[in-house]
């Protein structure tokens, strides 16, 4: 009962609770299922489901529980250790097992108590709610659904982390043992929860994990979570309890106990002597024997005293500390941990397609910065706060502190250990990660964990001291340093760091192996680790000054902290810098001054310009010159001018000629025919109003001239698809800063409270004009004569015609042609090109070895797309290898910008490589996107993503073989039914694709709906189809929708009813097979022939195949007839599969296989 | 010369652990003397730069150094009452690592200088035992090992001989009496025994005021009457010390052995005159200021 009472009046504990408390006011339960909607009416999760419950209960435990109980356990054993009461309580009756089941009872009687008046709230929390009819959805109360969860899920995590920290705490007597148990079991738990490709984890390791997860969330989220069934079902459900769960379960209970035993044991040894720390050197006496030999000396002459300077002294506690801090477990368990979480990081991360990467020293120190910073700060608050609190637990601060050292140094000293130490624990990760690494140079890893990192580290130790200096107390630096870093991790989730914010620089590092390093952000980058490391020394030197070595009389004023020399001028340093970067966010593209601005281009224009009748590109001439940056700005600045050529198609006369121009237009000068007209600038909309309104079908030329300041300010992300750097450019008329965009740009300003359900399509009679989902209703001629700095090659879109000097400046001429293009992007870059046959790879020397395969693969994808869909009307697609400040590739008519995170780093995709796979699938872009651009209507994503997955699926049976389209249609599936939420599903031809699981579904359903048709149609029928559906729509200004589509290829169908039948099934409906085999008859009826009768449920009456599998690998088709096949089988059949070759898209293809023994 | 002037160390509470304390401590062996609570280690911790003062100043051979303790620090010795040590290292490296930190000697010759000082303390058989095993008595030798190191000007010591048996306290004693040769040496001890046997001057302090300072001979000069010494039954104990002063009360084979403030008169049966000690001056000291304080604080 006194442990209990020790615990019960432990902050930390106090903290839990108040943490808990928190989380059962702010989260809905019901947030922690992924299904329903309640956002705008639907079907909503109820909040006291039991599986909203246990999940709940499973990740409160895992983020709330997991840091407090294993370090209340661990106090528990240091605690009497540490105020030298044990020999007293072992010199008492009591027995060692009672002294370590009291101590553990203690803790987990307090634990306990918090996790009680937590299930306790959450349940008085959800009848308030639904008295006072708050937005939680409540169901039936049910008092199993409140009591099971804390007792199955959150009870074992907090026995086995107790257990832990407790059993750590008494083996080791050491602190930072215990705390690196809690900084251990806190990742190594929400790393059970991420969600793993197939064939990263096997089944066995992803079970075992299953066995050992502590909180039980990992089973839920593989055996309850990993398939949406929709709410309805979630609601209703029970928490479905098997075998492997109630195995977890025990384990659990056993690892306590062995590790209590353990504990026991260990404690019993050392109590009662059997166990010696260390045994007396030999030849030692005992000192009264010693006394009797030891000569009296006469005292000598005296030792000169030189008292150390700061840097000595800080050295000399320096090398103290570090052996003190050596000699502890918990430095050792850090370093592994450490050096594991390098190699899962590298093993099991993967890349673009679910594949694995090849992994640079660059990108995996970039990469691994959040956890490389997170497990530091952790290793620096535990190790620094143990450190200084030793003179204090050992009592030598009462020596110590009497002797000649200055004040700094004692600060400093253990500052200066801690760094060293974690200095060599991220050399061994490095080295870790080198060795992990695929080749290339190594200095990346100590450029960035060294020298980037650096500040962040200093700052963070600043940080420690400086609440080692205010609380003078171990515990309550600790929490402060946890608050911290939780309030951190925060803001990170929230995406609310900014540059000013950004100390451990979590998300703002790209790596990129096609430039120079970090090209993107170094000027904030550079203020950033000015700040902090001006920080780092005003924090110190102010911890310095308030450090107690001195006990300071409370009755007499203190100076103020500011006083110390040096302070002032690193804060002044630190504010100076914090400002710059307020200042530099403010002003950026995506800064507040953008926003404001965007935010009143959609107040000022929605209403007034959306869907306003807009005149018709016939004719693009523009100049581009891309300066060189100056020395002082790290993007340059590009000047635009040219012309539009516009023709009046509406049914009436124009007033006004309005185009949105992005807020890093500068400068904007408008003509009208070559004269000068000031328009009128509605925060981005410039509404251009000639004299005369534009008659039908007349031309107008409006001319267009400005700066483009796209690198201007910082941006909070780094993430950007254009930019304009000194090694590369990457800009595009998707966005609105290259060119002006005539009209309204829908998106631009609007918030989450103003986003809205998109309408249904438009009801637009057959034959009339259906806009497209973007860009100019026709295809327009384009001529783009682009200047950039020598040294830059420049690819845009078109066929260069013309390439010359200019004042030392490279200048090239690209021109569409007549088939004219309705979208312009250009890229430049310092390049080596590759040519093939009608296609060219640009791309950085590192990569030439990939460049190679997708140059191959581009040939490949042109030759086959055009035999398929069309001829390709230009005569070179070219791919430009970009730096990876976006992983994306995006396709524009003869170009494709591909980022070399698309793959470039990857090894295997499902099928084929990534880089193929994604080569191929922006390939066909070309055909879907540019050729045919569908109608900006419901179901225009399944017409560009799924026809080019669609495409892709083609090109790997064609090219690599039906193995390698099975597995790529294996991933589009898994895709599909991971992401997939069956309340908010919508049929393929009512797709918004606004939301990410409409997107899987467009790319990832609508790839399979295609085949389905290919299927049903048969091939060539299909192709053929898809070709006379590019042609009567290219040249516009129709626009197909997919119904559209579908009745284009319904007339080339043989079974009209058949086809109907799988058009509604895959591309009206949102309906799943989920396909249940049952072995109805199995058995050998005469020599050497089996009958094998199966049946199967679930096929929604869609053509099926299955087949049968022997011993020596013979196999046997069937196909499904009225739900059953029957087979007269040569050979034993040991196991039965339904369709064996991924012709049928499935909810559970591992269900749909059944083994015979 | 250690000057001391009108110190006055007040805690939250409040409570006065120093009463305006006035003091000069020349060279050589200086004790303090006084009860438990009585402001001793208040007034070491003032001096060595660990407490700052509520008011008043300590002036070092001319220097004031109340708010400017690291003028103290370079040469001090101290040795504290309650102190530990690293557990985890050796003796011989503790002791090194202070060696370090106060930049005794030259660098390369610490080792030698740590060992002869584990030496001096009759600790070099166990300088490689980890300060962990070390016993009660060896810790505090260890500390006294590091308090002499550098041979600091001026060396404070409190209750120093806790924890050591006879024989090395008495070497502490010939030491410390060594070491007071060439500087000022403060011993605060409430043993009056050892300031008797060490201090050629000394002050008491009680309830954080000064009641006494002077040499051992003037303060039992000072007693005023005679000192009686005799053996009592337990049944007369408790009546006798009703009636007069006792200054001392031991057990002398199984009986009591008491001595007596005899102010004027003759003295009680069975009791023999015997010459005034130290103590005795200590005693009469402390009862007539609580004969004093008592009252008031009441």
């Known amino acids: ?1157 | 010369m250690l000057e001391i002037r009108d110190l006055v160390k007040v805690y939250p509470g409040p409570v006065a652990a120093l009463h305006g304390v006035r003091l000069d401590v020349p060279r050589g062996l200086f004790g303090l003397l006084g009860p438990n609570g009585s402001g001793k280690s208040t007034l070491m911790k003032i001096l060595a730069g660990l407490l700052a003062p509520t008011s008043g100043r300590v002036v070092l051979d001319g220097v004031d150094v109340t708010d400017r303790p690291q003028l103290v620090w370079p040469r001090l010795g101290y040795l504290p009452q309650d102190f530990g040590f690293y557990p985890r290292l050796t003796g011989e490296a503790m002791l090194r690592h202070l060696l370090d930190l106060k930049g005794v000697g030259e660098r390369s010759r610490r080792s030698r200088i740590a060992l002869e000082l584990l030496d001096r303390v009759n600790l070099g058989a166990a300088a490689g035992r980890r300060v962990a095993e070390y016993s009660g008595g060896m810790r505090q030798r260890l500390g006294i090992a590091q308090a002499i190191a550098g041979d600091p000007e001026l060396l404070i010591v409190d209750e120093p001989t806790a924890g050591l048996d006879p024989e090395e306290r008495l070497r502490f004693h010939h030491l410390l009496a060594e070491l007071a040769e060439t500087r000022t040496v403060l011993l605060s001890t409430h043993l009056v025994e050892d300031v008797a046997m060490l201090c050629p001057r000394f002050a008491v302090l009680r309830f954080g005021r000064l009641l006494l300072e002077g040499t051992p001979q003037q303060a039992r000069r000072a007693i005023p009457g005679r000192l009686a010494e005799g053996l009592v039954a337990r049944d007369a104990l408790e009546p006798l010390r009703r009636t007069a002063r006792v200054t001392q009360h031991l057990l002398f084979e199984g009986r009591h052995r008491v001595r007596l403030h005899v102010p004027e008169g003759p003295l009680p049966p069975e009791f023999v005159e015997v010459p005034a000690t130290l103590e005795d001056a200590y005693m009469l000291l402390t009862l007539d200021d609580a004969a004093r304080t008592l009252p008031a604080s009441a």
């Open chain 1, 1 to 1157: 009962m006194r442990e209990a009472q020790f615990q019960f009046a432990s902050p930390l504990l106090w903290a839990l609770a108040a943490a808990a408390a928190f989380a059962t006011m702010a989260v809905n339960p019901a947030a922690m299922v992924p299904t329903g909607q309640a956002a705008v009416g639907g079907v909503a999760p109820f909040a006291n489901a039991p599986l909203a419950l246990a999940q709940a209960m499973a990740l409160s435990g895992l983020i709330f529980y997991t840091f407090p109980a294993t370090l209340l356990g661990g106090q528990a054993a240091l605690r009497d250790d540490e105020a030298g009461v044990g020999p007293l309580l072992h010199a008492t009756p009591l027995r060692t097992r009672e002294y370590v089941a009291g101590k553990l009872a203690g803790v987990l009687l307090a634990l306990g108590a918090v996790a009680f008046g937590h299930a306790l709230l959450i349940a008085c929390w959800h009848l308030a709610s639904a008295w006072l009819g708050a937005r939680l959805v409540i169901g039936p109360i049910s008092l199993v659904a409140y009591a099971l969860p804390p007792l199955l899920f959150l009870g074992p995590g907090i026995a086995l982390c107790a257990v832990v920290g407790f059993a750590l705490g008494e083996r080791t007597r050491s602190p930072l043992a215990v705390y690196a148990a809690a900084s251990v079991l806190f990742p190594l738990g929400v790393a059970g929860l991420v969600p793993r490709p197939p064939g990263v984890l096997d089944g066995w390791v992803d079970g075992f994990f299953v066995l050992v997860d502590p909180w039980g969330a990992r089973w839920l989220s593989r055996t309850v979570f990993a398939v949406d069934r929709g709410a309805a079902w979630f609601n209703d459900a029970a928490i479905p309890f098997d075998l492997a769960f109630w195995v977890s379960r025990a384990v659990m209970a056993a690892g306590c106990a062995v590790i209590v035993v353990a504990a026991m044991r260990h404690c019993e040894r050392v109590v009662r002597g059997r166990e010696t720390s260390r045994p007396a050197p030999a030849g030692a006496m005992a000192p009264t024997e010693a006394a009797a030999v030891v000569r009296r000396q006469p005292l000598g002459p005296p030792a000169t005293i030189r008292p150390p300077g700061a840097l000595e002294a800080s050295l000399v506690l320096a090398r103290a500390e570090l052996a003190q801090l050596v000699r502890q477990p918990g430095a050792w368990i850090f370093a592994a941990f450490l050096c594991l979480l390098v190699l899962e990081h590298a093993g099991a991360t993967r890349g673009v397609l679910d594949s694995p990467v090849r992994w640079t020293a660059g990108l995996l120190a970039t990469s691994l910065v959040p956890t490389v910073t997170a497990m530091g700060a952790l290793f620096l608050l535990f190790s620094l706060s143990d450190a200084l609190d030793r003179g204090s637990r050992t009592r030598a601060v009462a020596v110590v502190h009497a002797t000649a050292v200055p004040t700094s140094a004692l600060l400093l000293g253990p500052l200066l250990a801690s760094h060293v130490a974690l200095a060599g624990l991220l050399a061994g990760g490095a080295l870790v990660a080198l060795a992990s690494s695929t080749g290339g140079a190594a200095w990346p890893l100590p450029f960035v964990w060294g020298l980037l990192l650096a500040p962040s580290s200093a700052a963070w130790g600043a940080a420690v001291l400086l609440a080692w200096a205010f609380t003078h107390d171990r515990a309550k630096t600790i929490g402060i340093g946890l608050g911290l870093l939780a309030l951190t991790a925060a803001a990170h989730l929230q995406d609310r760091l900014e540059w000013w914010s950004n100390w451990p620089l979590w998300g703002v590092l790209r790596w990129s192996e096609s430039g120079p390093a970090l090209d993107m952000a170094r000027e904030p980058l550079l203020l950033n680790r000015v700040l902090f490391t001006a920080l780092a020394v005003a924090l110190t030197i102010i911890a310095i000054g308030r450090f107690p070595r001195r006990e300071a009389d409370r009755l007499r004023a203190r100076p103020g902290m500011l006083r110390a020399p040096g302070s002032r001028m690193a804060l002044s340093l630190a504010f100076l810098a914090g400002g710059l970067l307020v200042h530099g966010v403010a002003r950026s593209t995506d800064g507040s001054a953008a926003r404001t601005r965007d935010a009143d281009y959609w107040r000022l224009n929605v209403a007034a310009w959306s869907g306003a009748p807009l005149a018709t590109i016939e004719r693009l001439d523009a100049r581009i010159d891309l300066h060189a940056p100056s020395a002082g700005r790290v993007h340059g600045t590009v000047r635009v001018s040219g012309r539009y050529r516009l023709r009046n198609e509406s049914p009436a006369a124009l007033g006004a000629l309005p185009f949105t121009l992005g807020p890093a237009a500068r400068s904007v000068r408008w003509t009208l025919d070559g004269a000068s007209i000031a328009a009128e600038d509605r925060a981005g909309l410039f509404v251009l109003r000639p004299a005369m309104p534009l008659p039908v079908d007349a031309t107008v030329e409006a001319g267009f001239d400005y700066d483009l300041y796209l690198g201007d300010g910082y941006r909070r992300g780094v993430e950007a698809v254009e930019f304009v750097l000194p090694s590369s450019v990457q800009l595009d008329t998707l966005g609105r800063h290259l060119l002006p965009v005539p009209g309204f740009v829908a998106g631009v300003g609007e918030s989450a409270e103003r986003r809205h359900e998109p309408a249904p399509g438009p009801s637009v009679p057959p034959g009339q004009a259906r806009a497209p989902i973007q860009g100019n209703p026709r295809p327009f001629r384009t001529r783009l004569e682009i200047t950039a700095p020598s040294g830059l090659s420049v690819v845009a879109t078109g066929e260069k015609t013309a390439e010359f000097e200019r004042d030392g400046r490279g200048v090239t001429v690209w021109e569409s042609g007549p088939q004219g293009v309705r979208f312009v992007s250009l890229a430049a870059g310092r390049w080596t090109p590759r040519y093939g046959d009608g296609v060219a790879v640009y791309h950085h020397p590192s990569l030439a070895h990939t460049a190679a395969e997708v140059l191959e693969t581009l040939t490949s994808a042109r030759r086959r797309y055009s035999e398929w869909f069309g001829a390709y009307p230009w005569s070179r697609l070219r791919l430009a290898v970009m730096p990876d400040h976006a992983t994306r590739a995006r396709s524009f008519p003869t170009l494709i910008h591909f980022s070399e995170g698309m793959g470039l780093f990857s090894g295997d995709g499902p099928g084929a490589p990534a880089a193929t796979i994604v080569a191929v699938h922006e390939a066909a872009h070309q055909w879907w996107g540019h050729l045919l651009t569908p109608a900006a209507a419901p179901g225009a994503d399944v017409l560009l993503e799924g026809l080019a997955h669609y495409s892709t699926l083609l090109w790997l049976e064609a090219e690599r073989g039906p193995e390698s389209r099975q597995a790529f249609a294996r991933h589009l599936e898994e895709q599909y039914v991971s992401r997939r939420r069956v309340d908010l599903e919508r049929p393929l031809v009512a797709l918004a694709a606004g939301t990410d699981h409409e997107r899987s579904s467009a790319e990832n359903r609508g790839a399979w709906a295609f085949w389905m048709l290919d299927r049903q149609l048969g091939r060539e029928r299909l192709l053929a189809g898809l070709r006379e559906l590019i042609e009567r729509y290219r040249g516009g200004p129709h626009h197909p929708t997919l119904e559209d589509a579908l009745a284009l290829l319904r007339v080339r169908a043989h079974d009209a009813a058949a086809f109907d039948h799988v058009a509604d099934f895959w591309f009206r409906g949102t309906e799943l097979p989920e396909l249940e085999l049952e072995v109805v008859r199995s058995g050998a009826f005469a020599p050497g022939r089996h009958d094998l009768v199966v049946a199967v449920a679930g096929a929604a009456g869609l053509e099926l195949t299955l087949a049968a599998f022997g011993a020596a690998g013979e196999r046997s088709d069937m196909p499904l007839q009225a739900g059953v096949a029957r087979w007269n089988l040569p050979f034993a059949p040991l196991r039965v599969v339904a369709d064996p070759d991924l012709q049928l898209l499935q909810l559970h293809r591992s269900r749909a296989a059944v083994e015979l023994h």
